[in-house]
């Protein structure tokens, strides 16, 4: 027996019982990638078609995920550019605000003030590095939101993860 997707689909399973939301989308941002799925009557969404799983053409029902590489360990290019290439688990060791000498998404995060009390040092970044690297994040994120939408107008959506610090308030496409 193998599993696939299930963190994520896990995610907005929880997330739907926890907030009640039964229809919406569902943003699960951790360490290495976003995954963005819809919930349909509480349950994620099934792929419409079949689902290829190393090259292989299934016929397994999977949820229909999007993951994008984007996280808090994501690596933020000079340019601004997010990910996606991650320091993934040694994020306490490369990350600067842990001492390290990798600039990450958790660090732009950290610099702009979005969360609080994190790592070992406080960091302060070039403000137009960190406002290019935030307008990146938003701009990846909603671009993947308006490729798992199916109609046009704004849909919920719920946050989870350790990363979700890194969306802001406001995304096109999303009500609340």
Known sequence: LQ??????????RGAAFLTGMKNGLVL????????????????PRVKGIAAKIGGVATNFSLPDIVSIGLGGGS????????GPSSVGFRLPAEALIFGGKTTTA???AVSK?????FGKQPVKLDDTLVANALANVKEQIEATIDSVKVEEGEIEAILVGGGSFLVPDSLHGVSK
Do not use: H, K, Q, R
């Open 3 to 12: 599993c696939f997707t299930c963190g994520a689909s896990n995610s907005m």
């Open 106 to 108: 958790t660090d732009i």
């Open 28 to 43: 699960d941002v951790g360490g290495t990638t976003t995954d963005i799925g819809v919930l349909v009557s509480g349950f």
């Open 75 to 82: 690596l933020v290019a000079p340019t601004g550019v997010v």
């Open 113 to 117: 003030g979005l969360v609080d009390n």
